[in-house]
């Protein structure tokens, strides 16, 4: 592999890094760096793959994690709705 496939790999591995920063799915992040980076999705998906196979405990708890945050997040809406609801026949 040359340098400058090694430096792409490395650049699209940190821009990896940054989306799981804010906590974004794999589909989004390859959504996020086509559309700000010009990534193709297919690389971006294999080295998500290959940091994953890498980091398998990190990725399990991560997507543990945003599953939480997501039932945490339909809960409040939940009840958002319930409130609105109450409030409006008030």
Request: aromatic share 8%.
């Amino acid at each position: 592999m040359g340098d400058s496939s090694a430096s792409y790999i490395n650049l699209v591995q940190h821009l990896i890094e940054e989306c799981l920063i804010f906590n974004m799915s794999k589909e989004e992040c390859m959504e996020a760096l086509s559309k700000h980076a010009n990534i193709k999705p297919v690389i971006t998906s294999t080295v998500w793959d290959e940091l994953e196979k890498e980091n398998k405990e990190f990725f399990e708890a991560y997507l543990k994690c945003r599953d939480q945050r997501a039932t945490e997040i339909e809960k409040r809406q939940r009840i958002q709705q319930k409130l609105n609801t109450f409030s409006s026949t008030q």
